[in-house]
């Protein structure tokens, strides 16, 4: 029997951002914006001892609905486990630490996933393996080990020697505690089914008696076309005046506080990550005055020049 203990990311991180959090920037400030969960991590509570079968269930819909939500959209999380669940005043469940998400234009032609990246004992077998997966059969794999945890007080795979860790997790060799119901002993047994093809789908594991019992499916309260993003600059600085001036045409691109940054050579930490001479030579530069008026002044100097000119608005220019 393992103690519960904080995991880490001990597998290659993967390129998603945490979706959980919201930044924004003014010119002269960043702002992050993120939703205050009272409840703290779900680890807190199962670190405390197993819970009873009937809040483990509760606990369990929820973060089933939550994944179907986020497949649905085609996003694949990597890396559920207690730690990044949370819960609110009402105790209820909310699913946060999206840094190694994966997205739709990650996947290669045969919609398989490749990077390694999640946390060891939450992990799929097929992704330790790495010959490619599905983000959605691994995401339900690590399902069934919080849902093991969250009923025993412990998880299922674990061993002092890593390789002998490695080698429980690919056959898929654990036993369930006796206090188990024989009802949740067959779901894990589906749920932690080391054949990605063979482990159940959200759609078959929603109709399953046991997850079925008090399960009542909610609908997101925001819908995606609801959503209405408005320049950041605006939204801190200009009056409704210069809001309803405001053309849809083309206009010069407002750089922000994380704009000037990637463009900073010092600062600009793509090459530990993109092989060199990748992007083509650039420079930017910065004005006060407005836009048109740096433009027709270029123009004028390259006329001279002999350069053939074609202007669109008061803000592109190409020679």
Same mark, same amino acid.
């Given at each position: 029997?393992?103690?519960?203990?904080?995991?880490?990311?001990?597998?290659?991180?993967?390129?998603?951002?945490?979706?959980?959090?919201?930044?924004?920037?003014?010119?002269?400030?960043?702002?992050?914006?993120?939703?205050?969960?009272?409840?703290?991590?779900?680890?807190?509570?199962?670190?405390?001892?197993?819970?009873?079968? &009937?809040?483990?269930?509760?606990?369990? &819909?929820?973060?089933?609905?939550?994944?179907?939500?986020?497949?649905?959209?085609?996003?694949?999380?990597?890396?559920?486990?207690?730690?990044?669940?949370?819960?609110?005043?009402?105790?209820?469940? $909310?699913?946060?630490?999206?840094?190694?998400?994966?997205?739709?234009?990650?996947?290669?032609?045969?919609?398989?996933?490749?990077?390694?990246?999640?946390?060891?004992?939450?992990?799929?077998?097929?992704?330790?393996?790495?010959?490619?997966?599905?983000?959605? $059969?691994?995401?339900?794999? #690590?399902?069934?080990?919080?849902?093991?945890?969250?009923?025993?007080?412990?998880?299922?795979?674990?061993?002092?020697?890593?390789?002998?860790?490695?080698?429980?997790?690919?056959?898929?060799?654990?036993?369930?505690?006796?206090?188990?119901?024989?009802?949740?002993?067959?779901?894990?047994?589906?749920?932690?089914? @080391?054949?990605?093809?063979?482990?159940?789908?959200?759609?078959?594991?929603?109709?399953? @008696?046991?997850?079925? !019992?008090?399960?009542?499916? &909610?609908?997101?309260?925001?819908?995606?076309?609801?959503?209405?993003?408005?320049?950041?600059?605006?939204?801190?600085?200009?009056? &409704?005046?210069?809001? =309803?001036?405001?053309?849809?045409? #083309?206009?010069?691109?407002?750089?922000?506080?994380?704009?000037?940054?990637?463009?900073?050579?010092?600062?600009? %930490?793509?090459? %530990?990550?993109? !092989?060199?001479?990748?992007?083509?030579?650039?420079?930017?530069? +910065?004005? +006060? $005055?407005?836009?048109?008026?740096?433009? #027709? =002044? %270029?123009?004028?100097?390259?006329?001279? %020049?002999?350069?053939?000119? =074609?202007?669109?608005?008061?803000? !592109?220019?190409?020679?």
């Amino acid at each position: 029997m393992a103690e519960i203990n904080r995991s880490t990311n001990i597998l290659t991180a993967g390129t998603g951002t945490d979706s959980g959090d919201e930044v924004m920037a003014s010119k002269t400030k960043i702002y992050f914006v993120m939703e205050y969960v009272k409840g703290g991590e779900l680890f807190n509570k199962v670190q405390k001892g197993k819970l009873k079968e &009937q809040e483990a269930r509760k606990y369990f &819909q929820q973060l089933i609905s939550a994944v179907d939500f986020c497949h649905s959209r085609g996003v694949y999380h990597r890396d559920l486990k207690p730690e990044n669940l949370l819960l609110d005043v009402n105790e209820d469940l $909310k699913v946060s630490g999206f840094g190694l998400n994966a997205l739709p234009e990650q996947f290669r032609q045969d919609d398989l996933l490749r990077t390694t990246s999640g946390t060891l004992a939450y992990v799929a077998p097929e992704v330790i393996v790495k010959k490619g997966y599905d983000g959605a $059969k691994a995401d339900i794999w #690590s399902c069934g080990i919080i849902l093991f945890v969250l009923m025993a007080g412990y998880l299922p795979f674990h061993d002092p020697n890593l390789m002998v860790m490695y080698g429980k997790i690919y056959r898929g060799e654990f036993k369930c505690p006796p206090w188990f119901s024989p009802t949740a002993v067959k779901l894990i047994s589906y749920l932690l089914n @080391p054949n990605p093809k063979a482990r159940i789908p959200i759609p078959r594991l929603m109709e399953v @008696p046991w997850f079925k !019992k008090g399960f009542q499916r &909610q609908s997101p309260a925001v819908q995606d076309d609801e959503i209405n993003l408005v320049d950041v600059d605006f939204a801190f600085e200009a009056s &409704q005046d210069e809001l =309803k001036s405001t053309s849809t045409e #083309s206009k010069p691109m407002c750089l922000n506080a994380f704009d000037i940054i990637s463009h900073s050579s010092r600062l600009n %930490l793509s090459g %530990l990550f993109e !092989k060199e001479n990748v992007k083509k030579a650039e420079s930017r530069f +910065t004005f +006060t $005055k407005p836009a048109g008026s740096i433009i #027709s =002044k %270029l123009e004028e100097i390259v006329r001279v %020049l002999r350069f053939n000119v =074609k202007k669109r608005g008061d803000s !592109k220019m190409k020679m």
